[in-house]
């Protein structure tokens, strides 16, 4: 009986310490494309009242992006994550939340060499420019997975 433990657990750690064509099939990013809805899609009475912007902060590693997508489109870029910088996000979003009043949605999407520190102070930003549904979102990784040693 200890030795079919002792077989169990080499089969165990084997498999989760694999780093061929396993990791591969297991690790993978996902991301569901936003819904769009646009004022021609709307009936006429809701235009106004319910059409919401596709609000998103990227985080760079040394500046933040501020998009929405109404009018065109709007993109600003805020160098730097410091104090300063913060400020102007946190002016910034607080007059896009006066323009559209109906809008409580924003997406943040950190790179990936943004430092977590950074992240908590552009989400603590955002809640003080009263927006209460803020969402953490991801994008495709920067480094792809290798196929070296496939057969």
Known sequence: MPLIDVLTSIVFFSLASYQGLLT???????????????????????KDQNLNLLLAVRIQGDKMLVEH??????????????????????ALMTDIHQQYPQNN??????????????????LE????????????GTRARATSVSSAGRT
């Not at 930003?125 to 953490?136: C, D, E, G, S, T």
């Open 125 to 136: 930003r955002l809640k003080l420019a009263q927006f209460p549904n803020v969402a953490l």
């Open 24 to 46: 591969e099939l297991t690790s993978f990013d996902l991301a569901l494309p936003p819904l769009v809805v646009t004022a021609e899609q709307m009936p006429a009475g809701q």
């Open 69 to 90: 997508s109404a009018n065109g489109g709007f993109r600003r870029e805020i160098p730097g994550l410091g104090a300063a910088s913060l400020d102007t996000l946190q």
């Open 105 to 122: 949605d924003v997406l943040v999407i950190p790179s990936d060499e943004v430092q977590y520190d950074d992240v908590v102070h552009v």
